[in-house]
């Protein structure tokens, strides 16, 4: 089956301006969540999807957003963009939530100018 | 809340030779454990898990780790790396019995395999 699809992959934005990412869990899947990756924080919690409720968000300014949709897709929208906020975000899903299935996208690369 | 330290940022090994990547965890309770994998440019792979029951894991590619309460660790091992098996490897915790579905990652160790 398909795995999970992030898209973009590569986006480059300028600062100030704002971003919107997309996540397509696998099929039946209906956890979704988001994690940040830079080589100075390190992997951090975002957020966490099921049923389009955000169950969980992790310690973020309110320029992070997310939401679901009734497909189980997700977006994550960072607003008023910093350098800081390059990073690789990645998500995950998974059927319930259950941290054991959580399956991995590939990631896509923002980078801020 | 829970917390993940791996001691070695960085671990060369020769290809054919055994390797060990450590892992600590701070958990009150019994934790869920994991270990992932990441290729440059990749998102993160799953290599094995630890939930409950056998303390001695076993994983894809050959690799198993051992939980021991006792040390609060959750150490990785393979006997026999090749040369496919250089990446970056995270440890991650899940806070069991709670709501949070969240995992907490170690900084990861970079595994370096020379011929």
């Known amino acids: 089956k398909a795995g999970v699809t992030q898209t973009p992959r590569y986006l480059i934005k300028t600062r100030g301006q704002q971003v919107t990412l997309s996540c397509s869990p696998i099929?039946?899947?209906?956890?979704v969540s988001w994690y940040q990756q830079t080589p100075g924080q390190g992997l951090q919690f975002l957020f966490e999807y099921f049923s389009e409720t955000q169950r969980n968000k992790g310690n973020f300014p309110g320029r992070f957003s997310g939401r679901q949709f009734s497909n189980s897709r997700s977006e994550m929208n960072v607003s008023t963009l910093e350098l800081g906020d390059s990073a690789l975000y990645l998500c995950a899903s998974s059927q319930t939530g259950d941290m054991g299935g959580y399956t991995f996208g590939s990631g896509t690369r923002l980078t801020v100018v | 809340a829970q917390s993940v330290t791996q001691p070695d940022i960085h671990i060369t090994v020769s290809e054919g030779a055994s390797l060990e990547l450590r892992c600590n965890y701070s958990y009150g309770a019994t934790p869920y454990l994991f270990w992932y994998v990441q290729s440059p440019g990749q998102g993160l792979q799953l290599l094995l898990k630890?939930?409950?029951?056998?303390?001695l894991v076993q994983g894809i590619k050959g690799f198993e780790a051992e939980f021991k309460r006792s040390q609060s660790s959750f150490n990785l091992r393979k006997p026999s790396v090749h040369w496919s098996d250089a990446a970056e490897y995270f440890c991650a915790v899940g806070a069991s019995g709670s709501n949070d579905y969240k995992l907490s990652f170690g900084a990861g160790t970079t595994v370096t395999v020379r011929a």
């Open positions: 099929s039946g899947h209906r956890s």
């Open positions: 630890y939930f409950s029951g056998d303390t």
